[in-house]
Each structure stands twice: as C-alpha cells, then as structure tokens.
C-alpha cells in the first residue's frame, strides 16, 4: 500500500483533528495512559501510536547504532532492541542519570540485552560524551532518540552534543514536545512547562542547524503524537 501523501497532510491541517489530538493527550495524562503498556515483557512508556512511527523509521534507515537517553524500565531499550533483530544487526546504548538496580537487573537478564550497553550518568556530562562519541565511531548510521530531562537547556545540549553523530537520511527523535501544547494546569510537578521544554529547544537548535528539518509528514499521519516537531530528518 502506498501511502497517500496529499491526504495525510490534509489529516495534519485539520485544526478540528489537531484539536482532539490535543484534548486526548492531556486528558489522558492524569490517568497515566503511557503507563499502560509493556514491550516484550517491560513496561514501555510511550504512546503507542509514536512506537509505530519510531518503528517504521528504524525499518526504513536501518541504524547499527541507536542512542537514546532516558532508560526508565527499559521498555524503549527492548523495544530498540527487537527491531534490529529482526534487521540481523546493530546495537543500542542507553544512558540515564540512574540506573535503578531492579530495572537493570531484568534489562540484563532480557534475551535482546545481547544487543544493548547502558551507561550511568548524565546524557550532557563531558565523559558521557566523549564515550559516546568514542562508540559512534565507524557506524555508517546513527539514530538518536532524546527523552530523558525535558527542561530546554537540557534537551538543547544535548541535540548540541550529539546531533552531529547523526547521519544523512537518518533522524533524531525528541519526545514530549507535546508539553508545549498543553495547558500550564497539565504538568505541574515537573521543571519543565511551556516555554521550556523539549519543542522551544527544537526551534532553537534548528535557527543555527540547516542539517536538519522537522518531518511533518509523520505527526500528520499520527495525528496523536507526544513528539509533535520533534521527528528531525537529517537532510544533509
């Protein structure tokens, strides 16, 4: 099936459709719909509708090297994971300020761990960097997937520091861009709100960054999506 790409950008520039998109978001997250689900045995929290396009865009770039920062579970690590089986290659580093004992422990023990290296600290210290950079080396395709301190500053380092790994065709994906579109009364006990949060640190990366361009086509098909701009094509 091909997909029709006029009539996905209609179902993006419907206000009314945007609207819904919008409503059911934040009128899921006080019931922690993320929450709901797991990933080959580990919770995954994530919408569901975002793990498909992140699996279509892993499918279609084929990494041998997926980074993402924020673990949690683990259930993105997994999730990662079985796409590049299924592909007979690649690996998947994951870093997280803390590591909690009991996730670590049923991470490793998970038959796709073969595939995956966490590392404890935090995403923009400089030796997090350095190790990261120093794994990068000689991979043909880098995907890399932000989604740990949603606060600007924190997200605009880390496209900063680690946007530059990333190859032509390739992507990187920002998650809870969403914050930016919902009502102050929605998230209250984080230090991140709008204004500040994952999309302003998009908009301000890409003033300065020609490489990459936000890829609409894919939020206009999710239509529910905690990554709206947050799907960066890398163009050249």
């Avoid at 509708?49 to 699996?55: E, R, T, Y």
């Avoid at 995403?123 to 932000?146: A, G, R, T, Y």
Wanted: net charge negative; charged share 30%.
């Amino acid at each position: 099936m091909v997909l029709d790409k006029d009539l996905i950008e209609k179902l993006g520039n419907n206000l009314q459709l945007k609207k819904s998109a919008i409503d059911f978001i934040s009128d899921t997250i006080p019931y922690k719909y993320s929450y709901n689900f797991t990933w080959l045995g580990r919770p995954v929290i994530q919408f569901p509708q975002d793990l498909i396009a992140v699996q279509e865009i892993i499918w279609k770039v084929k990494p041998d090297l997926i980074i993402e920062t924020g673990i949690a579970h683990g259930g993105s690590l997994i999730f990662h994971a079985s796409i590049l089986e299924l592909l007979g290659k690649g690996e998947v580093v994951g870093i997280d300020i803390e590591i909690r004992k009991h996730n670590k422990i049923e991470i490793e023990k998970h038959p796709l761990f073969h595939r995956i290296t966490m590392i404890e600290g935090s995403s923009i210290d400089k030796d997090i960097v350095k190790q990261i950079h120093e794994l990068s080396k000689n991979k043909k395709k880098v995907l890399l997937v932000l989604d740990s301190n949603h606060t600007h500053e924190h997200v605009l380092q880390e496209l900063q520091l680690y946007s530059s790994l990333v190859n032509k065709d390739s992507y990187v994906i920002v998650f809870d861009t969403v914050v930016e579109d919902l009502p102050d009364s929605i998230v209250t006990d984080r230090p991140w709100s709008k204004g500040n949060n994952p999309k302003t640190a998009v908009w301000e990366f890409l003033k300065n960054n020609d490489r990459f361009k936000i890829d609409k086509e894919i939020e206009n098909k999710l239509l529910i999506t905690v990554a709206p701009d947050g799907y960066l094509k890398c163009v050249k």
